[in-house]
């Protein structure tokens, strides 16, 4: 068994991503996420690769695209505004089937807002964020643990898939400490990168990665081949846990840091005789929509809990069964602060 170690969130992040192979890394300052640059630009020099602090949030994301094209995994690293300005590298390289790992550690917006946690970017991230209706692989992580190991795991399913994947997370699992297990990569079969640009060295084809499709039918032949991705994602890479729903006669959803809080506050209301269990999805995109049709299927009654007025909620709309009650609990940025478990425990009892 492996040694425990007490690190950040963000830290972790850039540990899994050198035991992930990363190369090449590229960002840009902005809290709550600047450990991550900060620890990269210590250690990934030392595993040969190569770490640029780049002028500006748009820049990074246009030599992670370089990168990725050259057949190298690369990664950058953001929040909620430097995310916004990455969106339009972020399309084009969904519109070059460029794998791409992007992390986001969410803080209060519009605009520059503040340092605080939200969870206000979900529309960001599970919608594609640019121009040209794509999507993204998108992982939400609850913990230290689960920030270590969703970012491997994000590296593997952008390989796979061959488009962009983001872990989506917010301050508070971001800076928080935790007991990890630093494991080593998983030994997953990854397909061979032939489509990326190698030059005409030892004979090699000189491929071209674009986004540019003006052949008759090429671009909605390729919008098809993506949908079609898509649903295999859906498929095969739906990611959620349970807690407490076998027996359960309402159940809570929420996900990341909120879910942790949400699980004591379901916690306490098993202690007072009420039948409550916890949905969190793990995959934001895709959405585990089968956990969700099954729960509903005979439990009517859903308490969805956010750090915003509501954007998951749309998900859990359209997911569960059609005579499902869905209630919405909110504290959207700018509240002042997280909410208790004693605060959502008293939502639960208002809806039960």
Partial sequence: MS???????????????IEAGVRCYFGYPITPQSDIPEYLSRELPKTGGTFIQVESEIGAINMVLGASAAGVRAMTSSSGPGISLKQEGISYMAGSELPGV?????????????????????????????HGGYRIIVLAPDSVQEMYDLTMLAFDLSDIYRMPAMVLADSVIGQMKESIVANSRPETPLPVKDWAVRGRAEGADQNVVKSLKLGDGEMEAFHWAMHARYQELADKESRWEEYQ??????????????????????????AEGMKVGLLRPITLFPFPKQAYTALSARCKRFLDIELSTGQMIDDVRLSVARDTDVAFYGRPPGAGSL??????LEQIRKIY
């Fill in 3 to 17: 040694e425990k170690i007490f690190v950040k969130g963000n830290e972790a992040v850039a540990m899994a991503a």
């Fill in 102 to 130: 992007i992390v986001d550690i969410m803080r209060q917006g519009p605009g520059l807002g503040g340092i605080d946690a939200s969870q206000a970017d979900y529309f960001q991230a599970t919608r594609g964020g640019g």
């Fill in 245 to 270: 729903t076998a027996d359960a006669e309402m159940i809570v959803t929420a996900f990341g840091s909120t879910a942790r809080i949400a699980r004591t506050a379901i916690e306490g209301a098993r």
């Fill in 339 to 344: 909410p208790t478990p004693e605060e959502l």
